[in-house]
Nanobody
Framework: QVQLVESGGGLVQAGGSLRLSCAASQRTYSVRYMGWFRQAPGKEREFVASIARTGDTGYYADSVKGRFTISKDNAKNTMYLQMNSLKPEDTAVYYC???????????????????WGQGTQVTVSS
């Protein structure tokens, strides 16, 4: 199975920025959608953003819309999440994931994704 490896997490002050990366171990032509999810302590994992492998339109959770931007570089087998204007409530472990069978209406759901990275911690201090 293709391995997904996240990087770029860390500690940042509120209002700051971070850029997360998700590198796939090989090219994945069978992937339809790629996404970012996050899980805060004591909470369920939630959708953050998604993008189609063959498109450039991002889909976002309301909580991050206007602050986060999802993008990808298919040539590098890498997906990114640019996070600006970070808030303490953005603190979580961020996971990237890919889906081979997803459709647009399902990209916000965890069950749509069949391959996951190990996660990277993002901590936003107030």
């Amino acid at each position: 199975q293709v391995q997904l490896v996240e990087s770029g997490g860390g500690l940042v002050q509120a209002g700051g920025s971070l850029r997360l990366s998700c590198a796939a171990s090989q090219r994945t032509y069978s992937v339809r959608y790629m996404g970012w999810f996050r899980q805060a302590p004591g909470k369920e994992r939630e959708f953050v953003a998604s993008i189609a492998r063959t498109g450039d339109t991002g889909y976002y959770a309301d909580s991050v819309k206007g602050r986060f931007t999802i993008s990808k570089d298919n040539a590098k087998n890498t997906m990114y999440l640019q996070m600006n204007s970070l808030k303490p409530e953005d603190t979580a472990v961020y996971y990237c994931a890919t889906s081979q069978r997803g459709i647009l209406s399902s990209v916000r759901f965890e069950r749509t994704y069949d391959n996951w990275g190990q996660g990277t911690q993002v901590t936003v201090s107030s």
